[in-house]
């Protein structure tokens, strides 16, 4: 069926490379599908923590993950109050099509310690920690940070739910995939998970196991819940973390290791993967699925790659052919980064994202 597409639609335009499809292409697209199928009216959740110029950052992220996705999305924004008309002002004039729900939150930490949660490295970002414990009827959650953008559906990334074995809880990626520039591994102060440790800013949850689960830990020997386990983990090691609330994860995971799913690097595609090489073997064969823009990379010149990425996403009008007015001209702002190390492996940036195009254009030809 991958490859029909391609006569169907894709003569229109150009071909995509073989290597695309295939064998592979088949059997995700066939759990794809059959998770789909079974889940009909299964609503995905995915949040979002916005703090301080995030804005922006934030709505194009959403935007990404609006162009593609399947099924309905209810996007969970917490963010200061300053920030709240402007989300509402920008979200009414998006073209849900029914297609779109989002509630606003305003940034709440547990009363006694929050001064303390709020400064744990960038502001606002171990709010995630509490999303189990904020949204009770929530049942899963995909939480990313406002740098990611979606180059695949989310259906794709949530579908990794059916999964889960018995005992997995939560899914991220590897914050690295060569030991040899891994940070964890040369410089963690605290134990992590497996050899390089876990990046959280694309996270996975399944909340309704997360918050009956009871944790082993290095404080205790009794085993402590979601909501227990985190000010004692903060109050041992707020000397020794570096990366806040994503060390803590490391630290949890690092004890309960059978809890944690773990999705391959294009799932969570950032600099690290190419600015000393290419190094996410999963992205050179099929390319991004989701690229994560951390260092700041879409808003200076040091990585032009991803910040060609973000501006033909932000750029992007809804309604407009996705071709030509987000493919070839992001296309030809890519050829112009070869200079870079990332520039030179520029195809894995539109790989994924050509068939993305090419899939959503053969939905709609099929009604």
């Known amino acids: 069926r991958c490859k029909n597409l391609s006569v169907s639609f894709w003569n229109s335009y150009w071909m995509l490379p073989s290597d695309v499809c295939g064998m592979n292409c ?51 924004i917490f963010a200061e109050d300053q920030l709240h008309e402007s989300f509402k002002d920008i979200l009414e004039e998006f073209p849900y099509e029914g297609k779109v729900n989002y509630t606003l939150y305003p940034i709440t930490f547990p009363s006694e310690s929050a001064a303390e949660w709020k400064k744990l490295f960038k502001p606002c970002a171990s709010q995630r920690l509490f999303l189990p414990l904020i949204l009770k009827n929530v049942d899963s ?11 695949r559906p989310v259906d794709d990334i949530w579908s990794f739910l ?31 998970y497996g ?7 694309v996270m996975l949850m399944n909340m309704t196991r997360i918050r009956r689960k009871y944790f082993k830990n290095d404080m205790t020997p009794v085993r402590l819940q979601w909501g227990e386990i985190l000010m004692p983990l903060l109050k041992k090691y707020k000397l020794n973390i570096t990366w806040g609330d994503q060390d803590l994860l490391n630290i949890m995971f690092f004890h309960n290791p059978e809890s944690l799913y773990v999705f391959p690097c294009q799932w969570n595609y950032r600099p690290d993967h190419c600015i000393y090489g290419s ?38 009008s809804f309604g407009d052919d996705l071709v030509h ?43």
Not at 292 to 311: I, L, S
Request: with cysteine.
């Open 279 to 316: 190094n996410c073997k999963a992205a050179e064969e099929e390319g991004i699925f989701i690229l994560h823009g951390n260092r700041g990379v879409y808003h200076d010149d040091k990585q032009p790659t991803f910040r060609a990425v973000y501006e033909a996403i932000r750029n992007y």
């Open 195 to 201: 050899v390089t440790g876990i990046n959280s800013g």
């Open 26 to 76: 088949f059997w995700e697209a066939a759990f794809r599908y059959d998770y789909m199928k079974t889940h009909p009216s299964e609503k995905m959740h995915l949040a979002v923590v916005a703090c301080g110029e995030r804005l922006e950052e934030t709505v194009t992220m959403l935007r990404s993950a609006i162009i593609f996705s399947i099924k309905p999305l209810h996007f969970h």
């Open 141 to 151: 959650l995909l939480y990313v940070d406002t740098d990611i953008l979606f180059l």
């Open 325 to 367: 007015s987000l493919l070839q001209p992001l296309e030809q702002e890519l050829q112009k980064t070869t200079h870079t190390y990332c520039g030179r492996v520029y195809k894995v940036f539109i790989k994924q994202l050509t068939k993305s195009i090419r899939d959503l254009y053969a939905r709609r030809s099929k009604g």
């Open 162 to 192: 059916g999964k889960f074995n018995s005992t997995q809880i939560a899914a991220m990626a590897p914050e690295h995939e060569e030991p040899r520039i891994g940070w964890y591994n040369r410089f963690a102060r605290h134990p992590y």
